[in-house]
């Protein structure tokens, strides 16, 4: 039966609680009751999760130490005369007697024999980056007052053969072809440059990828002959094929608007995957967005899917994207956005997104956000994606100041040691600094064995822009480098000690320090440095502490972070009780 809770009840009720004054509410989080709880970094996850600056969490998982530095920038053309832009970086792997070295190729634009009129060349570098050979021009001469433009390549396991496209604008073309060359001794000779699309119309910004399996090649560019710019696409396989297949259209749009920019990625299964900057949501062409397709592979040729925007349609612009595949059947795409903040004010970010499922779903994630980019029409422009067989993912994008300067930029790398889930904090490649050029994409190569190059174009010297690289790993650790990780403890706690377990060797040291923040936005106290494990927190009672490991060294060694432990016990807080008789 239920039983009512009378007026009487209320009454004698309120009496006992009088007199007990109060009653004491206990909150605590996942620690015993009553007991210490421990804030414990120690693995793969804990470490990612924090702010990662000059420092390697992914080499030995459950650890932070030092990275190691980035080789000093080298010249990848051998001659600096006239104008050299629009690299394009790749790897191919040399048998060297027992050995199997990771050696990186280039092309790009070249104008050393008629000035904005560029021809394509290719140079190698077995370093690292740290070298290159002499150049080598992959197309053929161009015709006076003709151009070749935009290459980009691809290696073909099947056989090693390089394989390099473009567009050209020899005569006939109607201002643009896509053309190909390949090589079957390592970029030392190239074959005659031949036609994959002259339709009429132009075609432009070709980009390819080899499926290691089969064999086949697959190439695709913006074309001009119906409208302002659809995706097509083309394959050949030389083993089996005369030539390449009849273009299809990957794009969707009906409105006539433009579609460019496109970049492709193959899978093992020799799925394909592609992204582009599509304008069909802004007829007027100034407001557009990141879009991809997918092909299937044992699915008729031509049926791709239908298109998906990528990029969040609350930006007020997003492009210049690439995509690449990455161990584990895992998809990668990064591009940038202008995000508004006002009708006259806008941040940009450079975005990366994963698909573990062939493109179905995407996971996004903030590499980097520009905060205030229009009080200096500054700007995050021009990523460019480079995954290792390990599954780190490296992102290069220019950073620019000062839009009305084109040539004094920044070439910034983030990592993700995580699969594209946190990301360590911006490196500048290019040295000096502010003389990398707004305009070009960086290109990035992720060999198999860890080693990594960029290259971009480059502005330090009179002659005009030249192509400069940065490799990866340097044969030193880099001088300095910070690890930050924050704990949100949910209220109010007193502080036991900290405790850290490390290996500090000759030439290296580690510093560790703690503040903490009393509420959300009442700001940090001041660092307070500890020398001893185990040493005891003076902090004040707060909500949030965060933790510093300061890593030095002279180059040779590096410390090593294995644990870190805070301890910390919530507030036992007691409330009044309050009765209503009503």
């Not at 050393?112 to 140079?123: K, N």
């Not at 360590?424 to 003389?435: I, K, Q, S």
């Not at 860890?450 to 002659?463: F, K, L």
């Not at 936005?521 to 185990?534: D, L, M, P, Y």
């Amino acid at each position: 039966m239920k039983k009512l809770v009378t007026q009487r009840h209320l009454g004698a009720l309120s009496g006992i609680v009088l007199g007990l004054g109060m009653a004491c509410v206990v909150l605590m989080g996942a620690g015993a009751a009553g007991g210490d709880q421990e804030w414990v970094t120690t693995s793969l996850a804990d470490f990612s999760d924090g702010t990662m600056d000059g420092v390697d969490v992914w080499t030995e998982w459950g650890t932070v130490r030092l990275d190691h530095a980035w080789r000093l920038n080298a010249r990848v053309n051998d001659v600096a005369d006239q104008g050299k832009m629009a690299p394009s970086v790749t790897f191919v792997l040399s048998n060297t007697g027992t050995a199997t070295e990771t050696h990186f190729i280039a092309v790009w634009e070249d104008e050393r024999e008629q000035d904005h009129y560029p021809d394509i060349t290719f140079a190698r570098s077995t370093d690292g980056g740290g070298s290159w050979s002499a150049d080598v021009m992959v197309g053929g001469a161009h015709l006076h007052n003709r151009s070749q433009n935009s290459p980009e390549m691809a290696v073909r396991l099947a056989d090693g053969s390089l394989w390099v496209v473009w567009q050209d604008d020899r005569p006939g073309s109607d201002d643009g072809d896509i053309y190909f060359a390949t090589s079957n001794n390592g970029g030392i000779s190239w074959n005659t440059a031949s036609a994959i699309s002259t339709t009429s119309g132009t075609q432009l910004q070709p980009s390819i990828v080899a499926h290691a399996q089969s064999g086949t090649m697959y190439a695709g560019w913006e074309d001009e002959a119906a409208d302002d710019g659809d995706i097509y696409f083309s394959r050949y396989n030389p083993d089996t094929d005369l030539a390449w297949s009849t273009p299809v259209a990957v794009s969707d749009d009906s409105s006539g608007s433009q579609q460019s920019e496109p970049n492709v990625a193959a899978d093992t299964d020799g799925n394909l995957y592609a992204v582009w900057e599509d304008f069909r949501d802004d007829p007027e062409g100034d407001d557009s967005h990141v879009y991809f397709s997918r092909w299937i592979s044992g699915t008729a040729w031509g049926e791709w899917s239908t298109d998906v925007q990528l990029s969040d349609a609350g930006m007020d612009w997003a492009g210049e994207p690439d995509i690449v595949t990455g161990p584990g059947g895992a998809v990668y795409a990064a591009w940038y956005e202008r995000v508004p903040t006002s009708g006259t004010t806008w941040d940009f970010q450079i975005v990366a997104a994963r698909s573990d499922d062939s493109g179905v779903t995407w996971h996004r994630s903030v590499v980097r956000r520009l905060y205030n980019a229009s009080a200096s029409l500054a700007s995050y422009v021009s990523p460019a994606l480079g995954v290792d067989r390990t599954g780190l993912v490296h992102i290069a994008w220019i950073y620019n100041p000062d839009q009305n300067v084109a040539s004094a930029s920044n070439v910034l790398l983030s990592t993700s040691p995580n699969r594209g889930q946190n990301w360590t904090e911006p490196r500048t490649l290019n040295r000096p600094a502010l003389h990398a050029v707004l305009g070009d994409t960086p290109a990035v190569a992720a060999g198999f064995d860890g080693h990594v190059v960029v290259a971009w174009r480059d502005y330090r010297e009179s002659s005009g822009p030249q192509i400069y690289a940065a490799g990866y790993p340097a044969d030193r650790y880099a001088p300095r480098g910070e690890y930050l990780r924050d704990l949100n403890t949910g209220g109010p706690a007193t502080w036991g000690t900290i405790s850290w377990t490390a290996t500090i060797t000759p030439g290296s040291g580690l510093t560790l320090a703690t503040r903490v923040m009393v509420t959300p936005g009442a700001g940090w106290s001041n660092w307070i440095t500890h020398s001893v494990s185990g040493e005891s927190l003076t902090h004040v009672q707060a909500r949030f502490i965060e933790y510093r490991a300061v890593m030095t060294s002279t180059g040779a060694t590096t410390p090593v972070l294995d644990e870190v432990i805070i301890s910390y016990q919530l507030y036992r807080i007691c409330l009044p009780i309050v009765l209503s008789s009503s």
